[in-house]
Every structure is written in structure tokens, then in C-alpha cells.
């Protein structure tokens, strides 16, 4: 038996060009139980970044999605 911790899948993408698409592992199909996922956007001072969801689902009590602006710390949290 293999318990959440090993199982989790953990994966880190940087997108620096001014458009991407931005995907869950497996996407079009289920993501892997326990996956931990961080994209980081990078662009030049004073842009702004829009993000458009085509297509999104969580599941109910399991799943988050937030967004920072800057590091990962409560201070730059804009949503969840």
C-alpha cells in the first residue's frame, strides 16, 4: 500500500513567453490523485497577465486553485 505522500505527484512549469496554455497532467484526461502542481508566469515589470479558462473543474473538497502575484506567501494571495 502506498500512502499520499509517495503517491503525490508534484510538477513546476515557468512559462516566459507572452502566450501559453497551461495544463494539468494527463490533460484531456484526469489528473493523478494527490498531484501538487505550481506554473509560474514571467514577464517583463509593469505587464499584466490575463488568465482565461477554457475549460475547469475541481473536485469539490479536495481540489484548489490560487493565484499570487509574487512569491508564494499569504501577502500575495489575490484569489482561491
Do not use: K
Request: net charge negative.
Amino acid at each position: 500500500m502506498t500512502d499520499a505522500v509517495t503517491a503525490a505527484q508534484n510538477c513546476s512549469y515557468t512559462l516566459h513567453s507572452p502566450n501559453g496554455t497551461i495544463e494539468s497532467p494527463g490533460y484531456p484526461y484526469g489528473y493523478p490523485n494527490y498531484a501538487n502542481c505550481t506554473w509560474v508566469i514571467v514577464t517583463q515589470d509593469h505587464n499584466r497577465i490575463q488568465l482565461v479558462f477554457q475549460g475547469f473543474a475541481l473536485e469539490e473538497d479536495f481540489d484548489i486553485l490560487s493565484i499570487y502575484d509574487g512569491q508564494l506567501s499569504p501577502s500575495n494571495l489575490r484569489t482561491r
